[in-house]
């Protein structure tokens, strides 16, 4: 059996305030989703994480499978009129969500869609529940709050409405995050590398989702 439930996500209805996107509850199917958790990579602290970098068993090793298949890949273009074909494609997964991460900001240009999906089994908690924002300087004009739990997909295409964020949460928030991404220029090969400070700001931009 997979271990997302495609279908579910072909019959989503496409979802345009503040932007475009789809909500998929039990994206991971609901038989599969204990599975998954049993085999989630091994992280110990915060932060977004490639999965070739971690350890983990053979059902989330499966759900990788699936989600960087054609399959997917062709059912999200599908769903937002756009070609997806031969973009590169970039994972990572996170476990842990510190205090202060959240905070409302729109992706990169270079990223043209942005999936997330949400493993803890239930959400009791105010915070952390994901919203996109109608205004990037004030979290509660939402136009949907997604919970991050249950095997739940949430799809957007980015634009510049597609701001998004959650209230802060400490503790166990089990994502993964997926982006079909524009191929960046070649590097150039004259005095115009970035220095130091410039790299380093552009590894702070990634951000818990």
Not at 79 to 102: H, N, W, Y
Request: a neutral charge; aromatic letters at 8%; glycine letters at 8%.
């Amino acid at each position: 059996m997979s271990v997302l439930d495609l279908e579910a996500l072909e019959a989503a209805p496409v979802q345009h305030d503040p932007c475009d996107f789809i909500v998929v509850p039990n994206f991971v199917r609901p038989e599969m989703l204990a599975g998954v958790n049993a085999d989630y990579p091994e992280i110990a602290e915060p932060g977004n994480f490639p999965p070739e970098g971690l350890r983990f068993g053979s059902v989330f090793a499966d759900m990788l499978d699936e989600l960087q298949g054609v399959d997917m890949r062709d059912a999200v273009a599908r769903k937002f009129g756009i070609d997806l074909d031969g973009l590169p494609l970039q994972v990572t997964v996170r476990r842990f969500s510190e205090a202060d991460d959240g905070n409302v900001h729109n992706d990169s240009k270079l990223k043209v869609v942005t999936a997330l999906i949400y493993f803890n089994e239930a959400w009791p908690h105010a915070g952390g529940r994901l919203r996109l924002v109608r205004d990037p300087d004030d979290i509660d004009d939402f136009g949907a709050e997604v919970e991050p739990s249950g095997g739940t997909l949430l799809v957007f295409k980015r634009s510049e409405r597609s701001f998004h964020g959650f209230r802060p949460f400490a503790g166990e928030r089990r994502s993964l995050q997926m982006y079909y991404v524009r191929p960046k220029r070649a590097a150039p090969t004259t005095d115009k590398r970035l220095g130091l400070k410039k790299r380093l700001k552009r590894l702070l931009k990634v951000r818990p989702r």
